[in-house]
């Protein structure tokens, strides 16, 4: 029997590719092959997924969130090319424990763009999460050519504090975007303004206190409509103002930006499921082990393990999380038929100790590939299962094997050497 393992990653602790290698360890162990396949939903770890599913990585160096120059790449399999908010000029470029909710840029991500579009990218993959800015993607335009003036026609240089100072836009010189399809990987549904918006929203994630929440606020909505104004040829067309338009608040205004490109958005999971070959890779698997940081009731409404489990059926589906605040019901739901919270496991904090999170990724995967071996060797068809379980899955055995599972302590034992 070959599993696939196709996890997302555990924010703050573990990537996708860290949590596969390791469950396939544990899944090793027992004697149990598996195919890798880490996973992403259009947030930070896309374009990691996307080279490691065989696309090609391509350096390029840009500015962060506070404008100090970095490397990086972007992912391009000769016509698609993923380019993420994260790498570029996302949180993760500032300074560690640092935030600038009012100085932050995404002039970064538009400079990883043109790299794209100098690549020959036909389409280019937008994903937007892990973002530090609230510019409404002003410095995305900027950096692809549009300039901004003040009242006395001095440049001015976008960032979310600097938007009301804005009074006249040149789009002259924006790049030419025809025959590139552009497209934006979120599931972040909230409009541009209000109380559902980006600034108020995401605002205090990236560090803005309620003054600073209703300047960022205003800015984004003084910036949205300057730019209805130079609506561009081929871009966005509707009756409805486009900053009510669900998406355009995710990434502290990004969305906005794109739409206003032209961009078309998807849902992020689905979309990359698709794009990393999800459907041919489970074809050739018996069952599919999948995760993240933490599982809850919000996981049902498209998160990612989600769509993994609707879309591996009728295949036993397994998930390792770090927590697991699921009921039964909503486990079920779900489509999982077991779920290895890995806080179950030891009486540490696996999420302030990456190597500690490895290990017990690992013990969970060998709990899982005990049960894949057991369930291979009695043969058990699918009509049994139906037997047990309405939803046609047995029911979760989440103290089978591991109220005999000793704690795994933070130090190394020589075992685990």
Known sequence: MRVLVAPDKFKGSLTALEVATAIAQGLAATGVASTLLPLAD??????????????APHPVTVRGADGRRHDTEFAFD???AVVEVASTCGVSTLPPGELAPMTSSSYGLGQA???????????????LGGSASTDGGAGLLAALG????????????????????????????????????????????????????AATVFGPQKGAV???????????????????????????????????????????????ACRWLGASRVAGAEFFLDLLGFDAAVSHCAAVVTGEGRMDGQTLAGKLPAVVAARSAPRRVHAVVGQSLLTED??????????????????????????????????????????????????RSGADRREDDPAGRPPRGRAREREQQQPVSARPTAAQH
């Open 42 to 55: 259009g947030g930070d770890g896309s374009v990691a997924a996307a080279l490691h599913a065989g696309s």
């Open 78 to 80: 000769g016509t698609t």
């Open 113 to 127: 763009v043109l790299a794209a579009l100098d690549a020959g990218a036909r389409r280019i993959v937008l994903c």
């Open 146 to 197: 549009v300039r901004f003036r003040d009242g006395a026609g001095r440049d001015v240089e976008p960032t979310g504090g600097t938007l009301a100072r804005i009074a006249e836009l040149d789009v002259s010189g924006l790049r030419d975007l025809t025959g590139t399809e552009l497209t934006v990987a979120t599931d972040v549904d909230n409009p541009l303004l209000g109380a559902a918006g």
């Open 210 to 256: 309620p003054v600073q929440i209703a300047e960022l606020d205003a800015g984004l909505s003084h910036l949205a409509g300057l730019l209805e104004r130079h609506r561009r040829a081929g871009g966005h067309r509707s009756t409805t103002p486009l900053a009510d338009e669900p998406g355009t608040g995710a990434a502290g205004g990004l969305g906005f």
């Open 330 to 379: 909503e486990r079920v739901r779900l489509g999982l038929d077991e779920v290895v919270a890995l806080g179950e496991l030891t009486d540490e904090d696996p999420s302030r100790d990456p190597d500690l999170s490895k290990r017990l990724v690992a013990v969970a995967g060998a709990l899982i590939g005990r049960q894949v071996r057991a369930l291979t060797v009695a043969g």
